[in-house]
């Protein structure tokens, strides 16, 4: 049962999702879980093994939810049961069981590290790449040319692609999307930007969700503010909700004053580990 909790917590994280783990991690005198039983759960509530099932395992799956819904650290804890409703202990809570013995979770978040589609394989595209790779995160990349896609350009890319814009978001849905944790619009033509962008919006309007990073992929697009009015009066024009594009990040990058293409790499992934920690960038640090 281990193995196949871990292989499923594994898949789910892989396709870009939250997944809570809850493992037995002590016992004392009679439960209904031993030592190592585990169960683990998404944020869409599917959830598969046991920590030993009745009222414990309720209690479990209601703390794993609270965990999936929030939006900052720290995310887990650990929890001390008594199976008896008279148990005492100031580390202990107790339930309605006639067990008897005490059992001890830990219960963890698991989020999965970015995945950042690069659309635009440039010379900031690059720069990126290379910032990630020293993170231990990962991209994918997609130009239509296929000299900025290829694998001599981008060896650690899981995936690389030089087909039509059309046809690259034909094969995507608001599901498929949901593996990549940002999905950057660094292209050399404006124009192919913004058709990139409304076909990413339209999937999130078509699901009525909004790109915040659960519900789908965070998007993010280089350029300057009238650039930005440009395409927010078009997707407008198209029906795209103001809520949706008001989800977008434009201009990207913390504003450090970067202008090569390694600067604005660096204010660009530090944006990303910011909404991946949920920390506000933006808000002033003061030292004590």
């Not at 008594?82 to 830990?106: I, R, W």
């Not at 990962?138 to 060896?155: A, C, G, I, K, W």
Request: glycine share 10%; charged share 20%.
């Amino acid at each position: 049962m281990t193995a196949t909790v871990m292989a499923w917590s594994l898949a789910r994280l892989a396709a870009g999702q939250r997944v809570v783990l809850a493992s037995v991690v002590e016992t004392a005198g009679s439960v209904p879980g031993k030592v190592g039983a585990r169960l683990a759960m998404t944020s869409d509530e599917q959830w598969v093994g046991t920590v030993g099932g009745a009222g414990l395992e309720l209690k479990i799956l209601q703390r794993c939810k609270g965990h999936l819904q929030k939006q900052h650290r720290p995310f887990g804890e650990v929890v001390r049961y008594g199976l008896n409703k008279g148990a005492k202990g100031y580390e202990v809570t107790p339930l309605d069981s006639l067990c008897g013995g005490q059992v001890t979770l830990a219960i963890e978040v698991m989020i999965p590290m970015p995945h950042v589609l690069l659309m635009g394989g440039g010379h900031c595209g690059q720069a990126i790449a290379k910032s990630l790779d020293a993170l231990g995160w990962q991209h994918s990349v997609h130009d239509t040319r296929t000299e900025f896609s290829n694998e001599l350009m981008y060896p650690n890319a899981q995936q690389r692609s030089s087909v039509s814009i059309d046809v690259f978001l034909q094969s995507e849905t608001l599901e498929t999307l949901r593996r990549f944790s940002d999905v950057l619009l660094l292209g050399h033509d404006w124009s192919e930007d913004q058709e990139r962008l409304l076909g990413l919006l339209h999937r999130f309007h078509n699901a009525k969700a909004v790109p915040d990073g659960q519900q789908g992929p965070r998007v993010g697009v280089i350029g300057s503010r009238s650039k930005w009015q440009a395409f927010e009066k078009n997707c407008l024009e198209q029906g795209i909700e103001q809520s949706i594009l008001d989800a977008v990040v434009c201009p990207i990058g913390l504003n450090i004053g970067a202008e090569s293409p390694e600067e604005i790499a660096v204010a660009v992934v530090a944006q990303i580990m910011a909404s991946f920690k949920g920390i506000d960038a933006e808000a002033p640090t003061w030292r004590t």
